[in-house]
C-alpha cells in the first residue's frame, strides 16, 4: 500500500506560482509511475500530469503544456508539480496519484490516490 500526502496549494493571483509536492510512503517509490490530476466544482477528475516509473518520461494536458512541470526525486520519494502562469481556469483541487504500471492518462487505471490539495487562482 502507498500513502500519498499532497502540499503546497493555495491562493495565488492570475500569472502567479505554485510549486505542489506529494511525498509517497508504505511503497517502493521507483516502481510506481505517477500523476497529477485535478477537480474543478462540478466537473470529472482530468489527468495534468505524469512521469513514467522508470524512464522518467513526462507528458501533459494540452491545458497545461509548457506552463507546469512534473518532476519526482527518488531519494525523498516526492513527485513534484511547478505551476507557472496560473489563470483562473487552473482553479481546482489537485490530487497526487501513482501506479505500478506505465504511464496513462486516465483517472481509473491509478491505483493510488492522496487527499488532494486546493489552488484557486484569482483574477
Known amino acids: 500500500q502507498v500513502q500519498l500526502v499532497e502540499s503546497g496549494g493555495g491562493l495565488v493571483q492570475a500569472g502567479g506560482s505554485l510549486r ?3 511525498a509517497a510512503s508504505g511503497g ?3 516502481r510506481y509511475t505517477m500523476g497529477w490530476f485535478r477537480q474543478a466544482p462540478g466537473k470529472e477528475r482530468e489527468f495534468v500530469a ?3 516509473r522508470y524512464s522518467g518520461n513526462t507528458y501533459y494536458s494540452e491545458s497545461v503544456k ?3 512541470t512534473i518532476s519526482r526525486d527518488y531519494a525523498k520519494s516526492t513527485v513534484y508539480l511547478q505551476m507557472n502562469s496560473l489563470n483562473p481556469e ?3 483541487g489537485y490530487y497526487c496519484a501513482a ?3 506505465a504511464g496513462t492518462t486516465s483517472v481509473s487505471e491509478y491505483d493510488y490516490w492522496g487527499q ?3 489552488v484557486t487562482v484569482s483574477s
Do not use: K, M, P, V
Open 20 to 22: 505542489l509536492s506529494c
Open 66 to 68: 509548457g506552463r507546469f
Open 90 to 92: 487552473d482553479t481546482a
Open 28 to 30: 517502493t517509490f521507483g
Open 116 to 118: 488532494g490539495t486546493q
Open 50 to 52: 505524469r512521469i513514467n
Open 99 to 101: 501506479r505500478e504500471g
